[in-house]
């Protein structure tokens, strides 16, 4: 049943993809693509390689905020697999096998080190959610006060959180309704005769990364990281001639991968280029919609299509027995 799920997943991301071109005019989209300029490409592949780095050191400084102390070297591969499965499964939600794949190298419980991708995904949810804040406000004007109590609601969920893994007995409470809502599933159940000892080392993992002294750090590497999977989508339209402005950008990608992120495709594939190619054209009424998504093409060759390539080996090694 969820092969079957996935495979009408992966269709719908198809038929929107395939939508989206038969709509732009697929002979232009070839034409712009045979001339884009194969040095804007090749340095946006160079810059989601460092962009794969830098999350993978945010996640060292994480580990290490627990208390593991490892190396780059040995925690890249566990990286590497599960960003292979986040990026081909619904709504990235197959990132925490990393803990899986952590404990298979090196042996650390999985609930203890758990915390640690949940603290990522709230750095970058939130990142993307005050970015795209800024995109309505930049694209269609909202009024001041909608902005800035768009920003107090994000600061208030994030406080919420935080709280949330201060609270020893209602975190458990959290965490029971979530096992009594998938406790159907056979490995769920398993964990039963654990479950205490495992809600009690997850809480203490997630308040000790929450409330990690290297917030600030991780926080502006997450920035930093986003924003140079901005400049991999600038360097796309650059490849074919087309210079689209950094805040224009910031503002179609934050709110095209909010959206997508809710249609829960696997890898937002199709919702994505859909949704960017259509912004892009509404906020640049210059470029038509066969080179908006040429270059959104070329961002997720550059981006999603490369990533998987280069962590393909790293999630293959983990499948063998």
């Given at each position: 049943?969820?092969?079957?799920?996935?495979?009408?997943?992966?269709?719908?991301?198809?038929?929107?993809?395939?939508?989206?071109?038969?709509?732009?005019?697929?002979?232009?989209?070839?034409?712009?693509?045979?001339?884009?300029?194969?040095?804007?490409?090749?340095?946006?592949?160079?810059?989601?390689?460092?962009?794969?780095?830098?999350?993978?050191?945010?996640?060292?400084?994480?580990?290490?905020?627990?208390?593991?102390?490892?190396?780059?070297?040995?925690?890249?591969?566990?990286?590497?697999?599960?960003?292979?499965?986040?990026?081909?499964?619904?709504?990235?939600?197959?990132?925490?096998?990393?803990?899986?794949?952590?404990?298979?190298?090196?042996?650390?419980?999985?609930?203890?080190?758990?915390?640690?991708?949940?603290?990522?995904?709230?750095?970058?949810?939130?990142?993307?959610?005050?970015?795209?804040?800024?995109?309505?406000?930049?694209?269609?004007?909202?009024?001041?006060?909608?902005?800035?109590?768009?920003?107090?609601?994000?600061?208030?969920?994030?406080?919420?959180?935080?709280?949330?893994?201060?609270?020893?007995?209602?975190?458990?409470?959290?965490?029971?309704?979530?096992?009594?809502?998938?406790?159907?599933?056979?490995?769920?159940?398993?964990?039963?005769?654990?479950?205490?000892?495992?809600?009690?080392?997850?809480?203490?993992?997630?308040?000790?990364?929450?409330?990690?002294?290297?917030?600030?750090?991780?926080?502006?590497?997450?920035?930093?990281?986003?924003?140079?999977?901005?400049?991999?989508?600038?360097?796309?339209?650059?490849?074919?001639?087309?210079d689209i402005g950094f805040f224009v950008i910031l503002s179609v990608s934050s709110l095209s991968t909010i959206i997508s992120l809710l249609t829960f495709l696997p890898g937002n594939i199709g919702s994505?280029?859909?949704?960017?190619?259509?912004?892009?054209?509404?906020?640049?009424?210059?470029?038509?919609?066969?080179?908006?998504?040429?270059?959104?093409?070329?961002?997720?060759?550059?981006?999603?299509?490369?990533?998987?390539?280069?962590?393909?080996?790293?999630?293959?090694?983990?499948?063998?027995?």
């Amino acid at each position: 049943m969820k092969s079957k799920a996935n495979l009408l997943l992966f269709g719908i991301a198809a038929l929107l993809l395939s939508a989206l071109i038969m709509h732009s005019n697929p002979s232009a989209i070839v034409k712009t693509l045979s001339k884009a300029n194969p040095f804007f490409i090749a340095i946006g592949l160079s810059v989601t390689l460092l962009i794969i780095g830098l999350k993978i050191v945010r996640w060292r400084i994480l580990l290490l905020s627990i208390g593991l102390k490892t190396g780059f070297k040995q925690i890249m591969q566990p990286y590497m697999a599960s960003l292979f499965m986040s990026n081909i499964t619904p709504g990235r939600v197959g990132e925490p096998i990393r803990s899986y794949y952590l404990k298979k190298s090196l042996g650390h419980h999985i609930s203890k080190t758990l915390p640690t991708v949940v603290v990522e995904r709230i750095l970058d949810l939130s990142t993307v959610v005050l970015f795209c804040i800024f995109g309505l406000y930049y694209l269609s004007g909202i009024p001041n006060h909608l902005f800035l109590a768009g920003i107090a609601i994000m600061v208030s969920l994030l406080t919420v959180v935080v709280g949330v893994s201060s609270s020893k007995k209602f975190f458990n409470h959290i965490l029971k309704i979530s096992y009594m809502i998938f406790r159907f599933f056979p490995k769920i159940r398993k964990l039963t005769p654990k479950f205490e000892k495992i809600a009690s080392n997850f809480h203490a993992g997630f308040k000790l990364a929450s409330k990690s002294n290297q917030m600030p750090h991780l926080a502006a590497l997450t920035i930093v990281a986003w924003a140079m999977e901005f400049s991999v989508i600038k360097l796309s339209f650059l490849s074919i001639g087309r210079d689209i402005g950094f805040f224009v950008i910031l503002s179609v990608s934050s709110l095209s991968t909010i959206i997508s992120l809710l249609t829960f495709l696997p890898g937002n594939i199709g919702s994505f280029e859909a949704t960017s190619a259509i912004l892009l054209t509404q906020a640049m009424p210059g470029i038509s919609l066969a080179e908006a998504t040429s270059g959104i093409l070329i961002y997720r060759f550059s981006s999603l299509i490369f990533a998987l390539a280069v962590t393909s080996s790293s999630f293959l090694r983990y499948q063998r027995p």
